[in-house]
């Protein structure tokens, strides 16, 4: 059974940082884009960023580029997602998502594309 699990939420204040990481037991890694989610209450759940399977190219969306970094360490078998400057906006359950593929563009913008989830973790940025 395929398991993406999150950590790394918490409170923050705005202007502050947070680090999530997602740990993985995908049969391979390598594999798989990778990717986060949030979603806020009362909205839909939404793409913040994404990694391809090299990690050569990401992927983010615009009201956090410039302050989120995506990465990944294929030996790890984790995928981490720095957040700085965190404003009360950022403020939602994160997801960690892995799609199947072997294509180097990062572009996966639609839940229906994305093969896995984890269970979320919370991000609170207060004002």
């Known amino acids: 059974q395929v398991q993406l699990v999150e950590s790394g939420g918490g409170l923050v204040q705005a202007g502050g940082s947070l680090r999530l990481s997602c740990a993985s037991s995908?049969?391979?890694?390598?594999?798989?884009?990778m990717g986060w989610f949030r979603q806020a209450p009362g909205k839909e759940r939404m793409f913040v960023a994404s990694?391809?399977?090299?990690?050569?190219?990401?992927d983010y969306v615009d009201s956090v580029k410039g302050r989120f970094t995506i990465s990944r360490d294929n030996a790890k078998e984790t995928v981490t997602l720095q957040m700085n400057s965190l404003e009360p906006e950022d403020t939602a359950v994160y997801y960690c998502?892995?799609?199947?593929?072997?294509?180097?563009?990062?572009?996966?913008?639609?839940?229906?594309?994305?093969?896995?989830w984890g269970q979320g973790t919370q991000v609170t940025v207060s004002s």
């Open positions: 998502a892995a799609v199947f593929s072997d294509r180097d563009s990062p572009h996966w913008y639609r839940r229906e594309e994305w093969h896995y």
């Open positions: 995908l049969r391979t890694f390598s594999n798989y884009g």
């Open positions: 990694i391809t399977w090299s990690g050569r190219n990401t």
